[in-house]
């Protein structure tokens, strides 16, 4: 079972928008390009696109407010910076960065089957 984080959830956000934004996601347990073949995972290999799938599902499932939702559009689908998210939205940009922070923590909860509490990213996850 992959553990969602944040840094997991921000990297894979643009595929729920742009179906060719994964061509640019680089699967992290992949071999460098310019190090010598060897033997791979079959275990891990395909990751990646089980990632995409869990990331459109929890889109459409995490329980996000409609603030958060058009905060992370404008992020991750869009890549406005955010002071223009905030003029968009009617707020300030650090209330942006609140609804991101809080966007992505729900969703990494979601996925990881956990309801989502502020500061979720630091609490221990042992018992996953």
């Known amino acids: 079972m992959t553990l969602y984080d944040r840094a997991l959830v ?36 395909t990751l990646l696109f089980a990632h995409l ?14 603030e958060e939702r058009q905060a992370l559009v404008l992020r991750y689908g869009v890549d406005l910076p955010d002071t223009e ?17 809080r966007g992505v923590g729900k969703i990494a909860a979601h996925l990881n089957g956990r309801e989502y509490v502020d500061g979720y990213d630091s609490l221990g996850h042992d018992d996953a």
């Open 10 to 45: 921000e990297h894979l956000l643009p595929a729920v928008w742009d179906d060719e934004a994964a061509y640019g996601i680089r699967n992290p347990t992949a071999p460098d390009a310019d190090m010598p073949k060897g033997s791979v995972d079959p275990k891990t290999a």
């Open 53 to 66: 799938a869990d990331i459109r599902r929890g889109w459409v499932t995490a329980p996000l407010t409609l």
């Open 85 to 101: 998210a905030g003029t968009l939205q009617g707020v300030t940009d650090r209330a942006v960065r609140y609804r991101l922070e």
